[in-house]
Each structure stands twice: as C-alpha cells, then as structure tokens.
C-alpha cells in the first residue's frame, strides 16, 4: 500500500488553487500545513505538496523525461468525471485527450486525463 507522495511543485499557490480542489472533490481532507507545503490524507495515505526551491526550478518538470509519469486515482463513477470535467481549466488543470473522452485509454477503460499547472499528468479512473 502506498504511504504517501511527496510532489515538489513550481508555484505552491497555484497548484494548491488546482490539488485543493480536485483532492477535495475526492474525498481527500486537509492533513498538515506549512510555509512551503501542504499535505492531504485519504485513509492512511497521504499527498505532500511543497514549493521547490528556486535553485531547482530549471529544467521544468516534463512527465516524459525520467521520473515520475502521472497520477492515477480512482473516481466514484462515470457520472463524477462528467460532473468534474468542465471545472478543470477553472482551477489550473488542463484536459488531454478530449477529443477521445471518456474512453481515451481504450473501449473498456473510463478515465478522465488532464494536466496540473506544471504539466503533470493526472487521471481519475471509473468503473465500468
């Protein structure tokens, strides 16, 4: 089981305008806070979000490159992608794929896809 994430993020405020939202949406609470971070919990899991030093911001992150590719996270239902999907850009994400929603990861996958304000790569799986 996974124990916990720990994202180092371009513009703290920025992503957290966008992770707030989205983590929230799924059930995700508040966990700890501090000048340079923010975390959320969901059971015994948790997400850490802190603002990378200005020394390492260049290159920036790309999900192609070595490393971390996306996030993928389980969504209630089909209806919930629905209901999130056109309050993405609203928050700082952007949508990929959209022209294939919502069966971009094949005919028998439902997934929503998009981007965090430093272009990494987010899922939310349903069900069929």
């Not at 059971?43 to 996306?70: C, I, M, S, W």
């Not at 629905?82 to 994400?93: A, K, Q, T, Y």
């Not at 794929?97 to 304000?117: T, V």
Request: net charge negative.
């Amino acid at each position: 089981m996974l124990h916990h994430l720990e994202l180092y993020v371009s513009d703290l405020k920025k992503s957290l305008t966008a992770w707030d939202w989205l983590l929230t949406e799924l059930g995700y609470t508040v966990y700890q806070q501090w000048e340079h971070g923010q975390s959320y919990c969901f059971g015994d899991t948790y997400l850490v979000f802190v603002q990378t030093e200005a020394a390492h911001l260049e290159p920036p992150y790309h999900r192609k490159k070595t490393g971390l590719n996306h996030i993928a996270f389980h969504a209630e239902s089909r209806d919930q992608l629905e209901r999130l999907r056109p309050d993405l850009s609203r928050h700082g994400f952007t949508e990929l794929y959209a022209d294939r929603f919502p069966h971009a990861g094949g005919p028998n996958y439902i997934a929503l896809y998009f981007e965090d304000p430093d272009r990494m790569k987010v899922e939310l799986v349903a069900t069929l």
